[in-house]
T-cell receptor, first 117, second 111 residues
Framework: GAVVSQHPSRVICKSGTSVKIECRSL??????MFWYRQFPKQSLMLMAT?????????EQGVEKDKFLINHASLTLSTLTVTSAHPEDSSFYIC?????????????FGEGSRLTVL | QKEVEQNSGPLSVPEGAIASLNCTYS??????FFWYRQYSGKSPELIMF????GDKEDGRFTAQLNKASQYVSLLIRDSQPSDSATYLC???????????FGKGTKLTVNP
């Protein structure tokens, strides 16, 4: 499967600051990447679909101005949490589609745990 | 009704036993079904996927799909302590690439 790398794996920031998380597809050119968020003991929730060279598609209830997604190349997508608040503390995970048509098979990065103080 | 439902557990089985994990889904348009394993503090890793009704076996794992009943399950034979994790059922949304996840079932295999 695809190798997906995320950075940073952990980040602690003060309330009101912005945090950028990088997701790299190391061995696969990914036109589409997905960003998920997982709160403790909860399911993974899809936040947005990142499309190379175009705007991201956000799921209902996810603020696009707060969670900025940039997918400038086939190997890199970034998620910026702007003006972070304690309620944004979560485990953010990016994923890459295998590319098998209409299968939804995903390979996940290691995840980034954000703690907002 | 939640899109993907799983018994949250915890499910506890002795080493060597069969662990049975169940999942139901609401979207009849779903075409692909996945089981992911997630260790505490880690991201999910794919165990198996299944598209067709029936059983699919891969080593100690068997996925079962019944589209008429909107039910998918995962059997783990000869369970090992290293199988202790949370198992996430995922279904693709309306046949798209988007996955909807259940909350997961926590499995503990006791030595």
């Amino acid at each position: 499967g695809a190798v997906v790398s995320q950075h940073p794996s952990r980040v602690i920031c003060k309330s009101g600051t912005s945090v950028k998380i990088e997701c790299r597809s190391l061995d696969f050119q990914a036109t589409t990447m997905f960003w998920y968020r997982q709160f403790p003991k909860q399911s993974l929730m899809l936040m947005a679909t990142s499309n190379e060279g175009s705007k991201a598609t956000y799921e209902q209830g996810v603020e696009k101005d707060k969670f900025l997604i940039n997918h400038a190349s086939l190997t890199l997508s970034t998620l910026t949490v702007t003006s972070a608040h304690p309620e944004d503390s979560s485990f953010y995970i990016c994923s890459v589609s295998s590319g098998r048509e209409n299968t939804g098979e995903l390979f996940f990065g290691e995840g980034s745990r954000l703690t907002v103080l | 009704q939640k899109e993907v439902e799983q018994n949250s557990g915890p499910l506890s089985v002795p080493e060597g036993a069969i662990a049975s994990l169940n999942c139901t889904y609401s979207d009849r348009g779903s075409q692909s079904f996945f089981w992911y394993r997630q260790y505490s503090g880690k991201s999910p890793e794919l165990i198996m996927f299944i598209y067709s009704n029936g059983d699919k076996e891969d080593g100690r794992f068997t996925a079962q799909l019944n589209k008429a009943s909107q039910y998918v399950s995962l059997l783990i034979r000869d369970s090992q302590p290293s199988d202790s994790a949370t198992y996430l059922c995922a279904v693709n949304k309306g046949g798209s690439e988007k996955l909807v996840f259940g909350k997961g079932t926590k499995l503990t295999v006791n030595p």
